[in-house]
């Protein structure tokens, strides 16, 4: 309560409108000296709508409302942003500079809600310590109230750094700058206020792409050279800091080198920078699901891959490989029916894709729908009758079913074709002797045996 009594007059709501009255974008700006100066993260400018910004409106906490007469400084590679407001003057935050960020420190994260009033949140800030980090923070908590230009408080209220991406996930993790280039900027002679028409039109997207380090960057990456693109791409992202396409980049060619935390600090850089992107939210999913490989006690990302993943199949529904991996991500964690219908919509894009059908069977069987499962492994197997698990799953549906002689005539064609299957002997065995073939049965369980016995001198030191 003392920090919020603190805060409370001096962190706003900013709204950024077209001269028609449009919400172009909004986000949260503090005031940092006593005469209504608004410090925020410059991305709330950016060049790409600079040309249809007409006005800027303040929200206060206690809901009075003004407008910003104009700007200072909007610069994307610094990331600060200094705007003039024409309210009354308001309290000024201090901005501390010297602050150690190499290893996790308390915090706490400011906003403004018109659903929630003033938000303070619990937070972990650190220095985003990947060779992509570029003295970037990583803000991490259990609730994210933080919009872009956030003040990231100390204890007692300092402003030690500005959010400056928001990740659209349930489990955030934010990226901030340090408040040390913003303090430097207050700190000296202001420059001569200017227009809101005169906010910086460029770099655009169009001015990104077209540079043509980022056009040899693409090539080497296209030629299978990540090496050399990841080192152009890094200068492009300190000359770019705010290009999705830059970030989106770097993030594959850190994946193609193995560095998958790089790769992921990276794709969730170009997700917060273009939401509305399902290549991006799909090269982050892909970026999970490595690092999730990689560190088996990384327990967290399957939330944020599963998330990546909805929001991929939602923006590009035609996305195959998302659909693919969401079901997939559906079966292990038990929601069988989201299974079912991502596996479904999977097999009707890829009617060739043998493996979707053959997941579609698995989801379908552990909603006991078996004759849907056999439909689809039937077709499974109709285009790969080279696949020993999909015959063996087809002998424990018959099994389940009790059709005890086509059990044992998938489990027989499971064993043609791989005869080390590591379980198909023995369930054959077992269907047989319910079908009442006894000698066939044993002939079975000696062949489990044998291929056991053999199994277990290979392990042998």
Partial sequence: MALAQKVAGSVISLRVWDEFGGLLTSGVGCFVSNDG???????LLHPEIADRIDYITTTAANGTNHR???????DLTSGVALLQ???PPAAALELKTEVDFSKPLPCRVVALSDKRG????????SLDDTLAGQGWLTLRGDDSPGGVGSPVLSSNGSVIGIVAMKTPLDSWMNFALPASQAAFETQRKRPKLKLLSELPQSPKVNDVVNDPDFTTAFTLLAENNPTRAARILLKLTKRYPRSAECWA??????????????ALSCQRRSVALDPASGLYWHQMAQGQNRAKSADKGAITLDQEEYQALVQA???DPTDRVSWLLLGTQHLKAGRLQEADEALE???????????GFYLSA???????????????LDRCLQINSRLDNAWFFLGLIHDKTGDYSKAALAFQKAVRVNPDHPNAWLNLAHALRKAKRPTEASQAFREHQKRTDQRRRKQQP
């Fill in 37 to 43: 100066l608004i410090l925020t993260d410059a991305n």
């Fill in 68 to 74: 910003v007469t104009g700007f200072y400084l909007a």
């Fill in 85 to 87: 407001s024409d309210g």
């Fill in 118 to 125: 003033l938000l303070i949140a619990d937070a972990e800030v």
């Fill in 249 to 262: 980049l770097l993030g594959l060619a850190s994946s193609s080198l193995g560095a998958n935390p790089d």
């Fill in 313 to 315: 199949t939602y923006l």
């Fill in 345 to 355: 919509r999977l097999t009707f894009l890829a009617p060739s894709y043998s493996q």
């Fill in 362 to 376: 698995v989801a379908k069987s552990r909603l006991a729908d078996y004759p849907a499962a056999l439909s689809a």
